[in-house]
């Protein structure tokens, strides 16, 4: 489990055999975005499917939208796919705002441990 992060925001990882969960919490911006899109490159090499855990982000602007939506083109050109899980009210209103919801999927769960 990695835990890079700062005053605004942590990022985790936690390695199932089904997947890799990404848990982001706190403020996805500009000076945060690359911790956040460093951890979702370096988990998607690994094969398995990740699933970022958004429940506890209480902002994102559309830099961090831009991170998703990159991440999710990584998975188009072969890496991992990524899974949206339990997006905050915050991020759901982004999501809903910017029409991305055809394009980022979601999780109804996460892999167990």
């Known amino acids: ?6 005053a605004q925001v942590t990022v985790t990882t ?11 919490a ?7 975005l690359s911790e956040v899109s460093s951890v979702l490159t370096d988990a998607q090499r690994d094969g398995r499917t990740v699933f970022v855990d958004l429940s506890a982000v209480t902002f994102m602007d559309s830099r961090g939208l831009g991170a998703l939506i990159a991440a999710n083109e990584r998975a188009r050109e072969g890496a991992a796919g990524i899974r949206l899980y339990s997006p905050s009210d915050a ?7 910017s ?15």
């Not at 706190?26 to 000076?31: E, R, T």
Request: without cysteine; charged residues 20%.
């Open 14 to 24: 936690d390695e199932r055999p089904s997947g890799i969960v990404v848990t982001v």
């Open 99 to 113: 029409g991305v919801t055809a394009v980022l999927v979601e999780a109804e769960e996460l892999p167990a441990a």
């Open 1 to 6: 489990m990695s835990e890079p992060s700062n």
């Open 91 to 97: 991020v759901r209103r982004l999501l809903n705002i």
């Open 26 to 32: 706190g403020v996805v911006d500009a000076s945060t």
